[in-house]
């Protein structure tokens, strides 16, 4: 146990930038020499951990944190600290407003200068799982990073460590003078077995920046989906609102006139390329509903490969090439004995080149629209986040058969764009992640069957 002083006004604390903390000598210790060996008065004793140095820092109110009360002042910018170790620092005379040692009560407003010592490491921080990132940008305020598949966003559930947000936070506490000080952002979220482009915000201003732009609409998403069937238009507009399923089962989220809490669900659509049986699109979800593009473009007969809740098939194989349909039936309409075999290894060939079943062809496809066009047409539209949820657990994929080897085990779904306001800078930004490997190796394959196939002649 270390008895700890409040901090005095010649410490000179390591001011805050916006969006990044900067680097400084630690000092030899947090209490004053004059002090040492002297019992304090009023103050709480804190237990400081041997390997963890104290790091000092002064910090401005922000306007939108007018009026909060200190503590929750400061987990906004040091949030892998919880209120209750902030009470204690304060408790400690470890926090002064403009000068005076604050107390458990006190009220910062906006332009005061908040200085504060932390003598005790973060108690509610990530732990760091060091991995390679692929960085496409990164500044004092924000990343943007290529997430591979196969990884969750943040922990839940089965997963409780080894995620992005992991990740994250030991890329961050090789940049900070101690670990823990910054804390990555979560404003959006990708399925764990979707590759592709993803922002995180480092400090409280951003994340609140970017979070509201993402509540208005002002963020703009593309996703490149390899698709069974021909898609025929170039483009199209998805307009059914998405619920849950209330079957059960494998089947999540449904288009259907039953469908649990549906709400209103936009997808726009382009063909990228044609093959035979197959069609890579380019999707741009207008709403953020779970499984948005899965779902919507499964209800029109053409869902995502390799989609184990909504496509016939839980991994695409070499064979499967060569089972070349023009469309299948939707999963969402008719009768439970309609819908796909979840988890086979090849579609069953009774699906191929059927419309869609049931109500589908009727009032609960009024908002499917398509046109057909000479080019892609590529449209600017504004768009907000798809929300994704993380699935439990992983698939086990048959991959023995050295004759008929497993091309795609996870849905061939990627997150191609993102364009955005930097919540700081207000500049406009774009990016683009190329597209995942093991989805561009089944579209060379299909390009290559394509030019080998003989011409149909009409």
């Known amino acids: 146990m270390a008895t700890v002083f409040p901090p005095l006004t010649n410490q000179n604390p390591t001011p805050l930038r916006a969006g990044g903390y900067i680097r400084r000598s630690p000092s030899a210790s947090a209490v004053p020499s004059e002090l040492a060996g002297t019992a304090p008065p009023r103050y709480c004793r804190v237990q400081i951990m ?42 400690a005379g470890q926090v002064r407003v403009e000068g005076v040692v604050a107390e458990t009560h006190t009220r910062v407003y906006k332009g005061q200068q ?110 490149l989906a390899l698709v069974h069937g021909e898609v025929e238009a170039d483009k199209g507009d998805i307009n059914v609102p998405i619920g849950q399923w209330p079957g059960g089962g494998t089947i999540r989220m449904s288009v259907s006139t039953d469908a649990i809490e549906a709400r209103p669900s936009r997808t726009l659509y382009e063909v990228v390329e044609r093959f035979p049986g197959y069609t890579l699109v380019l999707a741009r979800p207008l709403t953020g509903r779970l499984h948005q593009i899965r779902v919507h473009l499964a209800s029109i007969g ?57 109500p589908a062809s009727g009032p609960a496809q009024t908002g499917v629209t398509a046109e057909r066009t000479s080019g892609p047409g590529r449209s600017a539209a504004e768009l907000v986040d798809e929300t994704e949820e993380e699935e439990p657990g992983p698939r086990a994929v048959d991959d023995t058969d050295p004759l008929n080897p497993c091309l795609l085990n996870r849905q061939a779904l990627h997150a191609f764009g993102l364009r955005f306001m930097h919540p700081i800078t207000r500049i406009p930004l774009a990016f683009e992640a190329p597209l995942a490997a093991d989805i561009a190796h089944v579209v060379e394959r299909l390009r290559q069957r394509q030019a080998k196939s003989p011409p149909v002649l009409d």
């Open 302 to 358: 053409h869902p995502v490969l390799a989609d184990e809740f909504y496509g016939p098939s839980a991994a695409l194989h070499l064979s499967d090439l060569d089972w070349q349909p023009k469309r299948l039936a939707s999963p969402f309409f008719g009768r439970g004995d309609q819908l796909p075999t979840t988890g086979a290894s090849k579609p069953q060939p009774t699906l191929a080149d059927q419309p869609l079943a049931g």
């Open 114 to 223: 908040v200085s504060v010592v932390l003598l005790e490491p973060p108690d509610h921080m990530l732990p760091p799982d060091p991995r390679p990132l692929e960085v496409l940008f990164e500044d004092d305020w924000l990343i943007v990073v290529n997430k591979p598949a196969d990884l969750v966003v943040h922990p839940c559930g089965a997963y409780a460590s080894g995620s992005l947000a992991n990740a994250l936070q030991a890329h961050f506490d090789q940049q900070t003078e101690r670990p823990g000080l910054v804390r990555p952002g979560i404003v959006h979220r990708l399925d764990r077995l979707t590759s592709g482009v993803m922002v995180c915000p480092k400090d409280h201003l951003a994340h609140r920046h970017l979070g509201i732009s993402w509540e208005q609409g002002r963020v703009s998403k593309s996703y």
């Open 50 to 91: 041997s390997e963890f140095q104290p790091f000092s820092a002064r910090l401005t109110v922000e306007a939108y944190l007018q009026g909060v009360r200190i503590d929750s002042f400061l987990v906004r910018h040091f949030r892998n600290y919880t209120p209750y170790r902030m009470q204690r620092l304060v408790r």
